[in-house]
Every structure is written in structure tokens, then in C-alpha cells.
């Protein structure tokens, strides 16, 4: 896993594979934003991808 860091130093998100991991600063919970691998889509399917999906982890 990649830690992904402001220029103060402080962790912003982590990233593994197609998976970003952020955390809320307020209620802790996780949100996990997992990309669809492009590399199996043509050019066209990657177009009509809408986005990520998004998990919460308590």
C-alpha cells in the first residue's frame, strides 16, 4: 500500500492497485474508492465507465 502525502507530511489517502483508501477526520470511518481496471476495457468502455465505486467502512 502507497501512502499518498500532503506537503506538510500528514497521510491524505492510500492507494493499492484500482483501490483508494481515504479516512474521515471527523467520524473515522473509511471510504474505500475502487477504479475499474482500464486495462481490460476497450476505448469505448472506458468511456461509458461512470466512476468508481464507493464503499464505507465503520
Known amino acids: 500500500?502507497?501512502?499518498?502525502?500532503?506537503?506538510?507530511?500528514?497521510?491524505?489517502?492510500?492507494?493499492?492497485?484500482?483501490?483508494?483508501?481515504?479516512?474521515?477526520?471527523?467520524?473515522k470511518r473509511f471510504v474505500i474508492l475502487e477504479f475499474a481496471n482500464h486495462q481490460k476495457l476497450d476505448d469505448e468502455g472506458a468511456a461509458r465507465q461512470n466512476g468508481p465505486k464507493i464503499k464505507y467502512k465503520e
Open 1 to 27: 500500500m502507497e501512502d499518498i502525502r500532503c506537503r506538510c507530511g500528514k497521510i491524505v489517502c492510500q492507494l493499492k492497485g484500482n483501490v483508494v483508501l481515504l479516512k474521515c477526520r471527523h467520524c
